[in-house]
């Protein structure tokens, strides 16, 4: 007489399945929850240096006359910030953006020199866009 082998899982085979999903599913979650926040950081950032672009090409776009006046009116300093042409709030994902602009001879701040301008846009550091306008 032959006797059919039933097919399908064992007890012991279904418990050695779920030990391994138990213990392998943990890294992997934690794997997508780390690339989630790298996402959400990295939107941030770039979403700040499309903000930083932005607020160059619309001070780059005024009259050298009226950036020049910005400059002295600040004091000619690379650490004076222009408030009229800077953010005034923000938030701790999109920090103001603050702009400086001063006189510059092409080797350090001059008020003597009035024919090219620096022009610095940042939130940070190592967040910022530099550009030189001349008359």
């Known amino acids: 007489m032959s006797r059919r082998r039933e097919s399908g899982f064992s007890y012991a085979e279904l418990l050695v399945a779920i030990a391994l999903v138990a213990v392998l599913l943990t890294p992997a979650m934690q794997a997508v929850q780390t690339s989630a926040l790298a996402a959400a950081a990295q939107r941030d950032d770039l979403a700040n240096r499309q903000r930083i672009k932005a607020r160059m090409e619309e001070v780059l ?17 690379p650490s004076a910030t222009i408030a009229d042409l800077s953010d005034a709030g923000g938030t701790p994902a999109y920090p103001p953006v603050q702009v400086t602009i001063y006189r510059y001879d092409g080797s350090a701040p001059s008020a003597a020199d009035a024919g090219l301008l620096w022009v610095r846009v940042f939130i940070d550091s190592a967040r910022s866009l530099d550009a030189l306008r001349g008359r």
Do not use: E
């Open 61 to 77: 776009a005024r009259p050298y006359v009226a950036l020049d006046a910005a400059a002295v009116a600040a004091g000619n300093s």
